[in-house]
T-cell receptor
Framework: KQEVTQIPAALSVPEGENLVLNCSFTDSAIYNLQWFRQDPGKGLTSLLLIQSSQREQTSGRLNASLDKSSGRSTLYIAASQPGDSATYLCAVKAGGYQKVTFGTGTKLQVIP | GAVVSQHPSWVICKSGTSVKIECRSLDFQATTMFWYRQFPKQSLMLMAT?????????EQGVEKDKFLINHASLTLSTLTVTSAHPEDSSFYICSARGGEAGQGGPLHFGNGTRLTVT
């Protein structure tokens, strides 16, 4: 059974800092990994999708890396802004057909 | 980009009644739709997967007779919570994926429905 863990569970940083969010998964035979942000009481916004054959994806100030062999992905946020405050979730599609397992989430607060 | 519309965004109902939640893909054909629920301060939990025209596949522990899923077209899936009870109060989110079933394309999410059962 795939287990997805995110560390830290919560993070508070001053504006402007670069930061790294971590996602670990137990079954390395993944199909893809996707990072999302979730604002309180809202749905999910897709940030980056990394296919199993890729090592990283970049979008603006966001960079996500994938290391299948170690079962890890990191989301790097450069020059953090208060608008980045949200919960960040990683989701792994692995093994069987279509099933996606979500991580536990990292709640980020960027202080002005 | 791909847009998934979920309606209603919030609903309050009395215990014993049924509630229907709609999930529509607005600008793409969703061959597969997923329904999740999220309890406060917890991550999303997959409830069921549905392919257009087929019966939904439910996750272990999810009652299929209580959570009725219909994926009648490539742009619409509905989740009906039947005989709702207060413990069904939760945040329900749908997601959709286009392309051929089984492909690793991105998931697109609705904005969720906050269900409160009194």
């Amino acid at each position: 059974k795939q287990e997805v863990t995110q560390i830290p569970a919560a993070l508070s940083v001053p504006e402007g800092e670069n930061l790294v969010l971590n996602c670990s998964f137990t079954d390395s035979a993944i199909y893809n990994l996707q990072w999302f942000r979730q604002d309180p009481g809202k749905g999910l916004t897709s940030l980056l999708l990394i296919q199993s054959s890729q090592r990283e994806q970049t979008s603006g100030r966001l960079n996500a890396s994938l290391d299948k062999s170690s079962g890890r992905s990191t989301l790097y946020i450069a020059a953090s802004q208060p608008g980045d405050s949200a919960t960040y979730l990683c989701a792994v599609k692995a093994g069987g057909y279509q099933k996606v397992t979500f991580g536990t989430g990292t709640k980020l607060q960027v202080i002005p | 980009g791909a847009v998934v519309s979920q309606h209603p965004s919030w609903v309050i109902c009395k215990s014993g009644t049924s509630v229907k939640i709609e999930c529509r893909s607005l600008d793409f054909q969703a061959t597969t739709m997923f329904w999740y629920r999220q309890f406060p301060k917890q991550s999303l939990m997959l409830m069921a997967t549905s392919n257009e025209g087929s019966k939904a596949t439910y996750e272990q522990g999810v009652e299929k007779d209580k959570f009725l899923i219909n994926h009648a077209s490539l742009t619409l899936s509905t989740l009906t919570v039947t005989s709702a009870h207060p413990e069904d109060s939760s945040f329900y989110i749908c997601s959709a994926r286009g392309g051929e079933a089984g492909q690793g394309g991105p998931l697109h999410f609705g904005n969720g429905t906050r269900l409160t059962v009194t």
